[in-house]
């Protein structure tokens, strides 16, 4: 049992490190619903760093077609999908998905994770290639690595990078090349540079992955996302339930239907996981009617997004260029923006910094994010509270 002692104070030591360098993440309580005003220890407070775009976390549209559908399909069905765990429900969630976003098909994921971790290993072998943005999401991360196809990364949206990496790949001899991004780049709220990323691929001739879970119910057309915005096509598009479309969880890949077939044969994700419960699909069916139909909460969210970013900007804080809802506040060292969100939470505005290893070390940051139900009032106590912690802890 020595052992097992010596173990486990290895891992107090580890977690005293990173609390040490400020770095430890510590969870706060809500009371209630998610919303742009939320409970905390008792107290509302303004909630700024949700990925509720669309402000659909707590719609009561939306909680009523999940009542609904565990009325007529039950609650959970303790299956995976290809025993017994395929409601009309979920066929119909994956064709509605595959018609807005303009594919032939999609597959259900119980995350978008899942959907990233378990697209790359089906579909391509050794004689391939993955060219991946250095700064891809986690879940496409670890997709790629569980994927036996040669990688190659580019420096994040540069296209110089891209057409040197696409070129090696092609000289190296790689049989397809498929190059994957993400759509927004989450903690800097980029977009990625798709008109030349698929004008590069066509020319290398390899496919373009996007995971679009920062866009897909907000930007371009009908909240289609990237591509749409950019008026371009990506081969295969992943994305999530859990932010503007409702924000409980579930993800997809849309794309070819060879390549969903594949994915519904081979996807380890897919094959050893259990299928969403019927609430949560009832749910996604119901947030596209809403989502595309809302060009009202689109306009409201870019509109609260300028006015957000002006005012930031105004105070003096340092952000960086853009226009999405994601809007972080640069600050540097991670003690400082854990000191800057304590701050905050003082003044009743609930925001997270971001430091390490979710960004490079010496990037730290708030990040906020912007919400179509979130009032000119509720945006100007925002920006009266960042003034004011700024000041307290001498950023501005
Ligand atoms: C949030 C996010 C994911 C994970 O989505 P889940 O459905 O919560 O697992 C994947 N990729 C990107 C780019 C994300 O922002």
């Given amino acids: 049992m020595a052992d097992k002692a010596a173990f486990l104070t290895h891992l107090s030591t580890t977690l005293a490190g990173i609390d040490a360098e400020g770095l430890f993440k510590r969870e706060r309580l809500i009371g209630g619903a998610q919303g742009t005003r939320v409970t905390m220890a008792g107290r509302e407070m303004l909630n700024l760093c949700a990925n509720n775009y669309l402000g659909l976390a707590d719609d009561p549209r939306l909680v009523a077609a999940a009542t609904q559908a565990m009325a007529d399909h039950g609650y959970g069905m303790a299956s995976v999908r290809f025993i017994c765990g395929t409601q009309d429900l979920h066929r119909r969630l994956e064709q509605r998905l595959a018609a ?22 089906p ?44 070129r090696t790949a092609r000289a190296d001899g790689a049989r397809f090349l498929m190059v994957a991004t993400d759509g927004v780049f989450s903690m800097d709220g980029y977009l990625a540079r798709l008109p030349d990323i698929t004008a590069l691929a066509d020319r290398y001739g390899a496919l373009v992955m996007v995971d679009d879970c920062h866009a897909t119910g907000f930007m371009g057309p009908q909240g289609r996302g990237t591509p749409a915005h950019f008026g371009v096509r990506a081969d295969i598009l992943t994305g999530t339930l859990g932010k503007a479309l409702g924000g409980a969880l579930g993800g997809y890949v849309a794309g070819p239907q060879p390549v969903i077939d594949l994915l519904r044969q081979r996807a380890r994700p897919y094959l050893f996981s259990n299928a969403l419960p019927p609430a949560v699909v009832g749910a996604g069916l119901a947030a596209l009617d809403i989502v595309e139909a809302a060009d009202d909460l689109r306009a409201r969210l870019f509109d609260n997004a300028a006015y957000w970013r002006a005012g930031l900007a105004d105070a003096g804080f340092t952000l960086l260029p853009g226009e999405h809802p994601i809007i972080p506040v640069m600050l540097g060292e991670a003690a400082l923006a854990q000191r800057m969100a304590a701050d905050l939470a003082l003044r009743g505005v609930h925001v997270a910094g971001f430091f390490f290893p979710v960004v490079p070390r010496g990037g730290a940051r708030i990040r906020t994010q912007m919400n179509a139900r979130l009032t000119r009032d509720d945006l100007d106590f925002g920006l009266a509270a960042f003034r004011a912690a700024g000041k307290a802890v001498g950023v501005i």
């Fill in 100 to 121: 807005y976003l303009g594919s032939e098909d999609s597959i259900l994921f119980a995350a978008c994770f899942d959907a990233n971790g378990g697209l790359f290993e």
């Fill in 123 to 166: 579909l391509l072998g050794p004689e391939d290639a993955i060219i991946s943005d250095s700064l891809n999401h986690a879940s496409i991360i670890d997709g790629i690595r569980l994927c036996k196809a040669r990688r190659y990364r580019y420096a994040n949206s540069d296209m110089a990078d891209l057409e040197t990496q696409l």
